[in-house]
């Protein structure tokens, strides 16, 4: 899988006495195997991954201040309340919604709710951290343990099954931006307070595949649950990532931890160069130092922030304005009977309900929204039809607005009237995204009242149509004849003719099949 | 309108000489200042006084004394408290006052917070600090037409008890001789000293103060006042300026128990603003007009070496009218008292150092002009080091050093425990079981428990300036250890109530405190108030 041996910036000495490392190729047959990194030397390697993903909470306010939680796009310093910005005589006061989501994601992921959890202050001075100290929960969680698995169906040629350390609450930091003004940093403190999850996986990943296919699939189940926004936006989602290197049935290897990777494409290139600078180290018997490191997209390297010397002491203390989160029983299965049912059940579900394809299945679950959309639309209509319209032109015409299907106006009702009209052959395919486009545009009217004020209805009476069919047979016998002695290509001919004398509105389609009755073919 | 702050005591002595005011109130009554909130209020009721006498008055004396004894840091402007005290006039001439309060003048500690004057908590870093919210308890006051009449002076951010630790210099106590220099004379205790002296010295009706180790407590005990710590929780924290927030509170010093218990009735509110506000309600005491059935505890511990003997005669007698009053006074024993006071010097600069983190000189507050302002630790270094007293540095670091992972273990933990032992002295003594343990109440003995508990409220009466500049020159230790009477109390969370009960050969006045269980701030106040009512006159 690392088809590549980069030559690090910081590492040219380690170029210079290169030796081509190869990389086991093993089969899938053998899929625990696939990770596994074979050096010349005979050493087997196999890389270790933890990770701590921080994925900003959907809730309305922030997680300790009546201040909104807004997107990051908006303009800086227009969400702050003076808890926010730690003005003194602040306190902070529990949003409930958080608690509701958290207990959510728990129940998603199979982890143990404590019915007991309490907050914590994790200091340090940033400027972007008003309080000097962060509110999270160090010592007594909101849940600990759970899995989340992913395999075949998630686009791993295996199954991988990750455990949770724990789950816990937090508030997100300010945002520090530099460049605007020349020597300057200015802090928008929009973001500050804001209500975050994080979850702390068990070192179970060995590979930048396995690592960027739970990661999406956990997305995706956040996501789906409403617990955290689809958006890819920086800051609502970003992960720390933990990489170590052993050989084959050794103990753990000292680890590094990559701060704040927000992309796949990141996430995927800092691992795989992290193993790759890892094995050469011990390759060339030199120590891997326990150290943070940041990826440097630009350079596609993972770049030195800190050694151990500079790790932090955070100061933990239980935070004393705040009292313990108690959970009843009956508070959590309330939550639970609100949980969506899981995404493999799902899956398997749409497959056998529908009979859609994988591939169709795929893409609308990586839609937030589309499954719920479809099976709105599919209610009495083919599956496979609608999952064609959704994936082809509905979604082409809202990528083409920059658009997502959650921000969709055309309402699943108005898009099952439109399919109607194509599938009774009142309106052509062509006419149809036409129509399609009309409403995306704005227009409110139904599907039918737009054709019928374009004209764009199909002379829809069959009857009527195959009585205009026999009449051109008579019209030109000698056509007929070619036709019937088995030139069927000249039944084209009679179609065009039916076009051109109902301008157009019928059905091509339909049409070809009056004639092809009609010769009894 | 910024209050001079005391340049020279010579200024003072010349306007005591020519003393304007004497002569206005040459020919009225009684002082209106002299009189209590319950009495302040009667009389207007009988339309005897209004809003805007009383608030003269209270100007009178500020003019006349504040410059001598620091009390006041910041005076609201004398237009808007005339506005303020004419309204009320109306009010009360209409015979609709917003409250039995409207237009009662009273003053507020500076460190909790009002939008109308700066909240510095006598700290270089809040100098001009002018808060954006009024904390729960001034709204509360606003809102029962109390008219606010400014800030007064303490311990920088609570961190002392003699309030010498002061940006604005130290307050004095109105009790002791005139001073020859500023070290001559006597302390107002902290470190609500300034909210003490003001009412001790008759500028407002109450103050307002916080209470965190006995910041309320002692000063009343030095300037021979009423001092009130509720149950923590009890009243509202949102607005004060956090110094330990697992043991603050704000409390209130009035000249009369009855006052007191006015107060408690208004700002007794639960606010969702404030997610540590107790939520639970109080059994209203019953008492007939004596005190039979009441058992009265003597904790042994608190015969603490270094007790003066104008206090043990006070405590004595103390629970001898108590006793007179049909109590039963027994002898208990709270064995971890001795605890309190260590457990007490990590927790809260522990808390201290976490809840001061926030003055960077970012956000609002003092910035240091010294350094490259780009570089943030020299940024935070520089302004850090400019804005905070001596004091508060030396808790910051304790503070800091024992959150430190390599020391929470050996004393932030064990502190947390040695706190859980104090408190649960006190269930072990009090009849009513602690309504935020779980009750086990078989194990719970109401027949041998108590109701209440009396103990002395300072070792001495309030201390000459000069002597604490010698004691705390290098160590802070003895005035640390001048805490140990109020701080278990603040342990526990339980209410506390200080009364004014004799004086020394040399005059300066003596208290006596009463503790309840937790939640039982009625009991106390009620009890305070027949305790007071049998005091020697004095």
Partial sequence: MHSRWPVHAGLRHLARRHVPIRHSHTTLSQPPQTHLITTPTGQTYEPIIGLEVHAQLLTSTKLFSPAPSLPSSSSPNIAVDPTDAAFPGTLPVLNAQAVTLAVKTALALESDIQLVSSFDRKHYFYPDLPPGYQITQFWNPIARGGSLAVGMADGLPYTRRVRFMQIQLEQDSGKSVLGVKDGQTLVDLNRAGVGVLELITEPDLRSSLETVTFLKKLQRLLWYTSISSPDMDEGAWRCDINVSVRPLGAPYGTRTEIKHLVKFTSIKAAIEYEIDRQVQLLELGQPVQQETRSFDPRLAQTVRLRGKEGVQDYRYMPEPDLPSIHLTPAFISNISQTLPEPLDTRRTRLAKQYKLSPYQIEILMSEPGAVEYFEKVAVGRRGGKVANWIIGDLFGSLRSRHLNLLSCTVQPTRLGALIDLVETGRVSGLRAKDILHTMMDGNTQSPLEIAQEQGWILASDVQALEKLCEELLEEFPEMAVKVRNGKTRVIKFFVGEVMKRTKGKSDPVLVAEVFAKLFKM | ?538
């Fill in chain 2, 1 to 538: 309108m910024r209050v001079l702050r005391c340049q020279s005591l010579l200024v003072d002595k010349q306007y005591q000489a020519t003393r304007p005011i004497s002569r206005f109130l040459i020919g009225t009554r009684k002082d209106p200042t002299l009189l209590s909130i319950s009495e302040a209020v009667s009389d207007l009721k009988a339309r005897k006084t209004t809003p805007s006498a009383l608030l003269k008055s209270c100007l009178e004396r500020i003019a006349a004394r504040n410059g001598h004894l620091n009390a006041f840091t910041h005076l609201a402007s004398t237009d808007e408290l005339i506005r303020k005290a004419l309204l009320a006039d109306a009010r009360w001439a209409q015979g609709t006052p917003q409250g039995p309060l409207d237009g009662i003048p009273i003053a507020v500690k500076a460190n909790i917070c009002t939008k109308e004057h700066p909240t510095t908590c006598a700290s270089n870093i809040l100098k001009d600090f002018t808060s954006p919210i009024d904390a729960t308890a001034v709204r509360l006051l606003m809102q029962h037409g109390v008219i606010i009449l400014g800030k007064t002076n303490m311990d920088e951010f609570g961190m002392g008890s003699t309030n010498i630790h002061s940006a604005h210099g130290p307050a004095y106590n109105p009790l002791g001789p005139v001073p020859e220099g500023h070290l001559g004379g006597r302390s107002p205790g902290g470190s609500s000293g300034g909210s003490a002296s003001a009412v001790a010295a008759n500028m407002c009706f109450a103050a307002l103060g916080s209470d965190t180790g006995g910041s309320v407590r002692t000063p009343a005990a030095y300037t021979g006042i009423v001092g009130f710590k509720p149950s923590y929780g009890r009243f509202s924290r949102r607005g004060l300026v956090a110094y330990a927030s697992s043991l603050d509170t704000i409390g209130l010093l009035t000249k009369k128990v009855a006052d007191a218990k006015i107060l408690y009735d208004i700002l007794a509110q639960y606010d969702e603003k404030d997610s540590t506000c107790l939520q639970i309600n109080e059994e209203p005491t019953v008492l007939h007009g004596d005190l039979n059935g009441v058992r009265v505890g003597i904790p042994q511990e608190y015969f603490m070496t270094g007790l003066s003997s104008a206090v043990l005669q006070a405590w004595n007698a103390a629970a001898q009218h108590l006793a007179s009053r049909g109590a039963t006074v027994v002898p208990v024993s709270l064995p971890n008292t001795k605890h309190a006071l260590p457990a007490y010097y990590v927790i809260a600069p522990a808390e201290a150092s976490s809840n001061l983190a926030r003055y960077d000189g970012i956000r609002y507050g003092h910035q240091s002009e010294r350094c490259d302002s780009t570089l943030k630790h020299e940024l935070y270094t520089a302004t850090r080091t400019e804005g905070f007293g001596t004091e508060v540095k030396r808790r910051i670091m304790l503070g800091t050093f024992v959150l430190q992972a390599n020391s929470y273990t050996s004393y932030f933990l064990q502190a947390q425990k040695l706190r859980r032992l104090v408190q649960s002295d006190f269930d072990n003594v009090f009849a009513k079981p602690n309504p935020l343990r779980s009750t086990d109440s078989g194990s719970h003995n109401s027949a041998n428990g108590v109701d209440i508990l009396l103990t002395p409220s300072a070792m001495g009466s309030a201390p000459l300036l000069a002597d604490i500049a010698n004691d705390t020159g290098e160590t802070p230790v003895n005035e640390y250890a001048d805490d140990a009477l109020t701080i278990p109390a603040s342990l526990a969370g339980l209410p506390a109530l200080v009364i004014p009960y004799g004086q020394d050969t040399e005059g300066m006045p003596v208290g006596v405190q009463l503790l309840g269980q937790y939640g039982n701030d009625r009991a106390v106040l009620d009890i305070g108030k027949m305790l007071e009512a049998c005091r020697t006159p004095n």
